[in-house]
C-alpha cells in the first residue's frame, strides 16, 4: 500500500533533514517506507502504519 502527499519542496527537505535523519526516524517508528518525490512524498507500508504516518504531515505539532 501507498500513498502520495503533494508538498513543497522546502517542506520535503525539513522532513528529510541532512542524510534523511528525520524520515529515518519517523520510518523506524511507523514501519514506513517514506521516499522523497520532487512534487511531494510518498508514504509505502501497512494501511494502518500509512495511516498513523499520515497524521504526522498534517499535525507536525503532536510530535513534541
Request: glycine share 8%; charged share 30%.
Amino acid at each position: 500500500n501507498e500513498i502520495f502527499l503533494p508538498m513543497p519542496l522546502e517542506h520535503s527537505r525539513n522532513i528529510f533533514g541532512q542524510f534523511d535523519c528525520f524520515a529515518k526516524k519517523l520510518e523506524r517508528g511507523f514501519h514506513v517506507s517514506i521516499v522523497n518525490r520532487d512534487e511531494g512524498i510518498k508514504i509505502i507500508g501497512q494501511e494502518r502504519d500509512i495511516k498513523k504516518a499520515e497524521k504526522v504531515f498534517y499535525n507536525p505539532w503532536k510530535l513534541g
